[in-house]
Every structure is written in C-alpha cells, then in structure tokens.
T-cell receptor, first 112, second 114 residues
Framework: DAKTTQPPSMDCAEGRAANLPCNHS???????VYWYRQIHSQGPQYIIH???NNETNEMASLIITEDRKSSTLILPHATLRDTAVYYC?????????????FGKGTLLTVNP | DAGITQSPRHKVTETGTPVTLRCHQT?????MYWYRQDPGHGLRLIHY???????DKGEVSDGYSVSRSKTEDFLLTLESATSSQTSVYFC?????????????FGPGTRLTVL
C-alpha cells in the first residue's frame, strides 16, 4: 500500500504560488521526505528534500509540519513549465532493499 | 543536467527475444538504478548497483538481470522478453545510497514487446 497520499490533480494560475500537499502519517523519525517531479515523457527530476525543518532552494520550498505527518511543496511563482506530475516520496525504514514508497503523484497544471 | 544517457531510446521487439538496455554515466557516481514506469504504478525499482560488480534486486526484479563491469555502465537484460515487460525504463544515478537520496534520472527507454 502506498505510504503517502497526494491529491490526484491541482490547478494553478501562472505567476501564483502552487502549494502541493502530501500526507505521510506513518513516517518514522529518521526518514526524509523527498519531492520529485516528472514532466511529460521525461525522467523524474529531483526538487527538494527535508527531515523536519523547512527547506528552501532555487526551485521550491518544503514545509514539514511539526508532527511530520504531512508536508507541503511550494512553488513560489509557478510558470507554464512547472506543469508536471509531482511525487512525494518517503523512504520506509523497514525496507532494507531500497524499496521505494511512492505517492500516486499530483498532476499540477499551470494555466496562463 | 547530470551526464546520463540511455540506449536505445526506443525499441520494439518480439516475445521471447533477449533485450539489453544500456545506461551510461559520466558523473562517476557510485550508485546506479533501473526503474520501470507503467500507468497506475508510478516508478518501480527493478535492480540497483552500489559499485562495480555489486548489484541487488529491487521490488520487480523477476525476468530481469543486470551487470555492472565498469563504473560508468549499468546494463539491464531481459533474457526472454514478455509483453508484460512493455514499459518505459529509466536509469538513475546517485553518489549516495538509498532510494530516498537525490537521484538523477536519464531520459528513458520506451520498450514495446509484441
């Protein structure tokens, strides 16, 4: 079963902030939350990751709740090129063989 | 972008034939991964490598084998292709282990097994 939950789709107006939520209620204390995105027909692209503090880089910001059961990826000024499927990923502690845990992903559509 | 190439980019083959996909990197990263992506399943790990000649299975390894004789090359072989192996295959690299660590993905290979 998937260990993260994301809305299947979201819309955002160009130039506005896009806020993508992810629930990961079973996350363990030493597990990171990673975000990737995949533009149509391309390989996934790393965006950002965090443990418990908020993180920011040139692409996005990651806000993790204090109980770490959910997080939000923020694209501060969305552009048309940000239209993609966004995946929230948590590494499950009991899997020693690098088994990944994937959300279903959120299709973000940025509209002009 | 990380220096990762995959070949071929597209391939159509027949059931029962052997197929080898190649992933080549110029980053000298230690870890390499093969994934497949299918509608409704997202990305699933097939095999990964944590060094030359060091490989291990992922969650969907049945019907696939891998080899890594050089740091820069990671080969994925379908010994006898089946229609269920029709998919898009992605290679990824990382300089640290564990799926959750930052990985860079190649452009993908679209494989069709008739």
């Amino acid at each position: 079963d998937a260990k993260t939950t994301q809305p299947p789709s979201m819309d955002c107006a160009e130039g506005r902030a896009a806020n993508l939520p992810c629930n990961h209620s079973t996350i363990s204390g030493n597990e990171y939350v990673y975000w990737y995105r995949q533009i149509h027909s391309q390989g996934p692209q790393y965006i950002i990751h965090g443990l418990k503090n908020n993180e920011t880089n040139e692409m996005a910001s990651l806000i993790i709740t204090e109980d770490r059961k959910s997080s939000t990826l923020i694209l501060p000024h969305a552009t048309l090129r940000d239209t993609a499927v966004y995946y929230c990923i948590v590494r499950v502690a009991e899997d020693s063989n690098y088994k990944l845990t994937f959300g279903k992903g959120t299709l973000l559509t940025v509209n002009p | 972008d990380a220096g990762i190439t995959q070949s071929p980019r597209h391939k159509v083959t027949e059931t029962g034939t052997p197929v080898t996909l190649r992933c080549h990197q110029t980053e000298n990263h230690r870890y390499m991964y093969w994934y497949r992506q299918d509608p409704g399943h997202g990305l699933r790990l097939i095999h990964y490598s944590y060094g030359v000649k060091d490989t291990d299975k992922g969650e969907v390894s049945d019907g696939y084998s891998v080899s890594r004789s050089k740091t820069e090359d990671f080969l994925l072989t379908l010994e006898s292709a089946t229609s269920s192996q029709t998919s898009v295959y992605f290679c990824a690299i990382s300089d640290r282990g564990g799926w959750g660590n930052e990985q860079f993905f190649g452009p993908g290979t679209r494989l069709t097994v008739l």
